[in-house]
Protein backbone atom coordinates (compact mmCIF):
# COMPACT_ATOMS: atom_id res chain seq x y z
CA UNK A 1 0.00 0.00 0.00
CA UNK A 2 2.77 2.17 -0.40
CA UNK A 3 2.64 5.17 -2.35
CA UNK A 4 5.39 6.00 -4.42
CA UNK A 5 6.76 10.04 -4.39
CA UNK A 6 5.45 11.53 -7.77
CA UNK A 7 8.00 13.19 -9.91
CA UNK A 8 6.76 16.38 -8.82
CA UNK A 9 7.52 15.79 -5.48
CA UNK A 10 11.22 14.83 -5.92
CA UNK A 11 11.49 18.39 -6.94
CA UNK A 12 12.19 21.41 -4.80
CA UNK A 13 9.56 24.30 -5.05
CA UNK A 14 12.38 26.56 -7.08
CA UNK A 15 12.76 23.39 -9.90
CA UNK A 16 9.15 23.06 -10.30
CA UNK A 17 8.65 27.01 -10.10
CA UNK A 18 11.47 26.43 -12.90
CA UNK A 19 9.83 23.82 -15.23
CA UNK A 20 6.78 25.55 -15.07
CA UNK A 21 8.22 28.66 -17.39
CA UNK A 22 8.33 26.27 -20.37
CA UNK A 23 5.38 23.88 -19.82
CA UNK A 24 1.79 24.73 -21.38
CA UNK A 25 -1.86 23.71 -19.53
CA UNK A 26 -4.34 22.01 -20.67
CA UNK A 27 -7.69 20.00 -19.70
CA UNK A 28 -8.36 17.09 -21.57
CA UNK A 29 -11.94 15.82 -21.22
CA UNK A 30 -12.67 11.63 -19.62
CA UNK A 31 -11.69 9.27 -22.01
CA UNK A 32 -9.51 11.87 -23.90
CA UNK A 33 -6.11 10.56 -25.17
CA UNK A 34 -2.87 12.81 -23.64
CA UNK A 35 -0.23 10.74 -25.49
CA UNK A 36 -1.60 8.32 -28.23
CA UNK A 37 0.48 5.00 -28.66
CA UNK A 38 2.96 5.04 -31.61
CA UNK A 39 2.90 8.73 -32.25
CA UNK A 40 6.14 10.28 -32.59
CA UNK A 41 5.66 13.09 -29.87
CA UNK A 42 8.80 14.08 -27.58
CA UNK A 43 7.18 16.27 -24.86
CA UNK A 44 6.62 15.21 -21.59
CA UNK A 45 3.28 15.63 -19.70
CA UNK A 46 3.07 16.59 -15.37
CA UNK A 47 -0.31 15.45 -14.27
CA UNK A 48 -1.59 18.53 -12.31
CA UNK A 49 -5.22 17.35 -11.46
CA UNK A 50 -7.08 14.61 -12.31
CA UNK A 51 -5.98 11.21 -13.57
CA UNK A 52 -4.72 9.41 -16.52
CA UNK A 53 -4.47 5.66 -17.32
CA UNK A 54 -1.50 4.19 -19.08
CA UNK A 55 -2.94 1.53 -21.63
CA UNK A 56 -2.11 -0.82 -24.22
CA UNK A 57 -4.49 -3.24 -27.11
CA UNK A 58 -3.21 -6.69 -27.69
CA UNK A 59 -3.83 -7.60 -31.49
CA UNK A 60 -7.25 -9.14 -30.40
CA UNK A 61 -8.29 -5.95 -28.99
CA UNK A 62 -7.60 -7.27 -24.99
CA UNK A 63 -6.89 -3.57 -23.11
CA UNK A 64 -3.54 -4.00 -20.57
CA UNK A 65 -3.59 -1.91 -17.92
CA UNK A 66 0.20 -0.47 -16.81
CA UNK A 67 -1.44 1.68 -13.60
CA UNK A 68 -2.49 4.95 -12.66
CA UNK A 69 -1.08 8.85 -12.87
CA UNK A 70 -2.32 11.16 -10.74
CA UNK A 71 -1.47 15.04 -9.66
CA UNK A 72 2.49 15.10 -9.65
CA UNK A 73 3.25 12.48 -12.11
CA UNK A 74 5.42 12.51 -15.54
CA UNK A 75 4.20 10.43 -18.60
CA UNK A 76 5.70 10.28 -21.86
CA UNK A 77 9.27 10.21 -20.56
CA UNK A 78 10.71 7.34 -22.07
CA UNK A 79 9.79 8.51 -25.62
CA UNK A 80 11.86 11.92 -24.78
CA UNK A 81 14.35 10.30 -23.84
CA UNK A 82 15.09 7.45 -26.49
CA UNK A 83 13.69 9.33 -29.41
CA UNK A 84 11.74 6.78 -30.18
CA UNK A 85 7.24 6.46 -30.44
CA UNK A 86 5.52 6.39 -27.43
CA UNK A 87 5.54 2.87 -25.99
CA UNK A 88 1.94 3.10 -24.58
CA UNK A 89 -1.11 5.55 -24.09
CA UNK A 90 -2.20 7.54 -21.55
CA UNK A 91 -6.41 8.46 -21.33
CA UNK A 92 -7.55 10.88 -19.22
CA UNK A 93 -9.63 9.00 -16.69
CA UNK A 94 -11.64 12.19 -15.55
CA UNK A 95 -11.13 15.97 -16.37
CA UNK A 96 -7.86 15.95 -16.18
CA UNK A 97 -5.12 19.46 -16.50
CA UNK A 98 -2.12 18.04 -17.66
CA UNK A 99 1.06 20.17 -18.26
CA UNK A 100 3.23 19.50 -21.76
CA UNK A 101 6.87 20.56 -21.56
CA UNK A 102 8.66 20.59 -25.17
CA UNK A 103 12.43 19.76 -25.40
CA UNK A 104 12.58 17.80 -22.39
CA UNK A 105 16.50 17.00 -22.48
CA UNK A 106 17.36 20.44 -23.04
CA UNK A 107 15.44 20.91 -19.05
CA UNK A 108 17.51 18.09 -17.78
CA UNK A 109 20.57 19.83 -19.24
CA UNK A 110 20.00 22.93 -18.48
CA UNK A 111 18.67 21.53 -14.49
CA UNK A 112 20.62 18.69 -13.20
CA UNK A 113 18.22 18.59 -9.86
CA UNK A 114 15.24 16.84 -12.85
CA UNK A 115 18.10 14.48 -13.91
CA UNK A 116 18.25 12.83 -10.37
CA UNK A 117 14.57 13.01 -10.30
CA UNK A 118 14.14 11.13 -13.40
CA UNK A 119 17.10 8.38 -12.17
CA UNK A 120 14.84 7.78 -9.26
CA UNK A 121 11.64 7.87 -11.23
CA UNK A 122 12.84 5.40 -13.74
CA UNK A 123 14.49 3.11 -10.67
CA UNK A 124 11.13 3.16 -9.17
CA UNK A 125 9.66 2.17 -12.27
CA UNK A 126 11.89 -0.25 -13.03
CA UNK A 127 11.17 -1.94 -9.01
CA UNK A 128 7.43 -1.82 -9.58
CA UNK A 129 7.92 -3.45 -12.96
CA UNK A 130 10.19 -6.43 -11.75
CA UNK A 131 7.80 -6.92 -8.92
CA UNK A 132 4.87 -7.22 -11.43
CA UNK A 133 6.59 -9.34 -13.78
CA UNK A 134 7.84 -11.86 -10.62
CA UNK A 135 3.28 -11.58 -9.41
CA UNK A 136 2.55 -12.53 -13.13
CA UNK A 137 4.98 -15.48 -13.03
CA UNK A 138 4.76 -17.22 -9.90
CA UNK A 139 1.58 -16.26 -8.18
CA UNK A 140 -2.04 -17.32 -9.08
CA UNK A 141 -4.93 -15.52 -9.40
CA UNK A 142 -6.41 -15.21 -5.85
CA UNK A 143 -2.65 -13.80 -4.75
CA UNK A 144 -2.49 -11.53 -7.57
CA UNK A 145 -5.99 -9.95 -7.27
CA UNK A 146 -5.44 -9.32 -3.46
CA UNK A 147 -2.26 -7.47 -4.25
CA UNK A 148 -3.28 -5.16 -6.96
CA UNK A 149 -6.49 -4.25 -4.16
CA UNK A 150 -4.02 -3.17 -1.52
CA UNK A 151 -2.17 -1.49 -3.79
CA UNK A 152 -5.18 0.48 -5.14
CA UNK A 153 -6.38 1.17 -1.42
CA UNK A 154 -6.61 4.50 0.30
CA UNK A 155 -3.53 5.01 2.33
CA UNK A 156 -4.54 4.05 5.96
CA UNK A 157 -3.84 4.96 9.35
CA UNK A 158 -1.36 2.59 11.00
CA UNK A 159 -3.39 1.47 13.37
CA UNK A 160 -6.46 0.59 10.79
CA UNK A 161 -7.88 -2.82 10.67
CA UNK A 162 -10.02 -1.39 7.22
CA UNK A 163 -9.41 0.71 4.45
CA UNK A 164 -11.65 2.26 0.87
CA UNK A 165 -10.91 2.07 -2.56
CA UNK A 166 -12.60 4.81 -3.98
CA UNK A 167 -13.86 4.68 -6.06
CA UNK A 168 -14.26 0.40 -6.50
CA UNK A 169 -12.43 -0.63 -9.57
CA UNK A 170 -14.67 -2.38 -11.72
CA UNK A 171 -13.78 -6.60 -11.96
CA UNK A 172 -12.71 -5.06 -15.66
CA UNK A 173 -10.48 -3.02 -14.76
CA UNK A 174 -9.06 -5.72 -12.12
CA UNK A 175 -7.86 -8.13 -14.74
CA UNK A 176 -6.75 -6.38 -17.19
CA UNK A 177 -4.44 -5.04 -14.21
CA UNK A 178 -3.36 -8.42 -13.23
CA UNK A 179 -3.29 -9.99 -16.24
CA UNK A 180 -6.32 -12.45 -16.31
CA UNK A 181 -10.11 -12.49 -17.41
CA UNK A 182 -13.20 -10.66 -15.90
CA UNK A 183 -14.70 -13.60 -14.86
CA UNK A 184 -11.53 -14.89 -12.73
CA UNK A 185 -11.71 -11.90 -11.05
CA UNK A 186 -15.46 -12.23 -10.43
CA UNK A 187 -14.71 -15.87 -8.62
CA UNK A 188 -12.59 -14.39 -6.63
CA UNK A 189 -13.78 -11.21 -5.63
CA UNK A 190 -17.36 -13.60 -4.58
CA UNK A 191 -15.02 -15.70 -2.34
CA UNK A 192 -13.31 -12.87 -0.16
CA UNK A 193 -16.81 -11.06 0.00
CA UNK A 194 -18.33 -14.50 1.46
CA UNK A 195 -15.41 -14.72 3.83
CA UNK A 196 -16.54 -10.81 5.11
CA UNK A 197 -12.78 -9.61 3.77
CA UNK A 198 -14.27 -7.33 1.03
CA UNK A 199 -17.56 -5.10 0.98
CA UNK A 200 -18.88 -3.36 -1.38
CA UNK A 201 -20.46 0.23 0.19
CA UNK A 202 -21.56 2.46 -2.85
CA UNK A 203 -19.57 3.88 -4.74
CA UNK A 204 -16.30 2.05 -2.61
CA UNK A 205 -14.91 -0.91 -2.04
CA UNK A 206 -14.03 -1.76 1.82
CA UNK A 207 -11.30 -3.95 2.36
CA UNK A 208 -12.92 -4.79 5.65
CA UNK A 209 -9.77 -6.99 7.43
CA UNK A 210 -5.92 -5.91 6.24
CA UNK A 211 -4.56 -8.52 8.35
CA UNK A 212 -6.16 -11.04 6.94
CA UNK A 213 -5.61 -10.21 3.39
CA UNK A 214 -1.91 -9.40 3.49
CA UNK A 215 -0.98 -13.14 5.21
CA UNK A 216 -3.77 -14.09 1.95
CA UNK A 217 -1.31 -12.59 -0.50
CA UNK A 218 1.64 -14.00 0.91
CA UNK A 219 0.25 -17.54 1.39
CA UNK A 220 1.88 -19.93 -0.63
CA UNK A 221 -0.17 -22.05 -2.55
Same mark, same amino acid.
Given at each position: ???? !???????????????????? *?????????????????????????? #???????? /????????????? @????? /???????????????? &??????????????????? !????????? #????? *?? #??????? /???? &???????? &?????????????????????? !???????????????????????? @?????????????????????????????
Amino acid at each position: MTRL !PTFLSRLGDAAVAALSKHWT *VRTYAPDELIVAHRESGRDVFFILEG #HGRVTLFS /ENGREIFYGDRGP @GDIVG /EVAAIDGKARSASVVA &LEVTRAASAPAFRRLIADH !PEFSWALLE #HLAAG *VR #HMTERVY /EFST &LVVRRRLI &LELLRRADKPDETASAVFINPA !PTHFELAASISTHREAVSREMSAL @GKKGLIERRGHRLLLCDLAALEMLAGKEE
